[in-house]
């Protein structure tokens, strides 16, 4: 099967960095996604990644090495509005769907 | 424009009774895609639509689980005979185009509470 794992729970202060990690099993994966989903809201995209390496967007980036079923979201200059859960995500293998991993809880304190 | 939009916002059901969950895709978008998402969970895939072809239902948990999109456009989840573990928010997400990689964008879901 295809599992996604990232902490449940993770706390940080204003304008720090901080490392979201992301594992996965590496078979049947074609890229991996990024979702910010605030409490009682819809997720919504942050970014995807088919290749190895980082990419920067803004205050995010995210990071992929396929052959070692990993990666990490990386925010930087932290805001109090960036308190929300983080979703990992990559598509099943029949390619119908996102399996989603359980998400990671940030709390951004001042 | 205009982006997912689902209703009810929010449900209340007496176990038992049959609802009806409806989805209104990005116009369009020919991917259109229910999950549910139970509290402190990730969204879990339930089934899959390619304009009105039903293509993937296997994570429909049951068989009082239903989906119909038969216009290609709206889809209504329908739910008979609801359960207490049916209690969880039901996220719609649409694409533009069929590839799995491409971007999904999801509504604000509905909230079901079956008491």
């Known amino acids: 099967g295809q599992n996604i794992d990232q902490p449940t729970e993770m706390t940080a202060t204003e304008g720090a960095i901080v490392q979201i990690n992301c594992t996965y099993q590496t078979s049947g994966f074609n890229g991996l996604f990024w979702y910010q989903q605030h409490a009682g809201e819809a997720p919504t995209f942050l970014s995807y990644n088919v290749l190895d390496g980082l990419e920067e967007k803004g205050r995010f980036s995210s990071f992929l090495s396929r052959s070692k079923g990993y990666s990490y979201l990386l925010l930087k200059e932290l805001q109090m509005k960036d308190s929300a859960s983080y979703l990992c995500a990559g598509p099943n293998q029949a390619g119908t769907a996102l399996i989603f991993g359980k998400g990671t809880t940030l709390s951004v304190s001042s | 424009g205009a982006g997912v939009s689902q209703s009810p916002r929010y449900k209340v059901a007496k176990r038992g009774q049959d609802v009806a969950l409806r989805c209104d895709p990005i116009?369009?978008?020919?991917?259109l895609f229910w999950y549910q998402q139970a509290l402190g969970q990730g969204p879990e895939f339930l089934t899959y639509f390619q304009n009105e072809a039903q293509l993937d239902k296997s994570g429909l948990p049951s068989d009082r689980f239903f989906a119909e999109r038969p216009e290609g456009s709206v889809s209504t989840l329908k739910i008979q005979r609801t359960q207490q573990e049916d209690s969880a928010v039901y996220l719609c997400?649409?694409?533009?185009?069929?590839?799995?990689?491409?971007?999904?964008?999801f509504g604000p879901g509905t909230r079901l509470t079956v008491l």
């Open positions: 116009s369009g978008h020919v991917s």
């Open positions: 997400a649409s694409s533009f185009d069929p590839n799995p990689t491409d971007t999904q964008y």
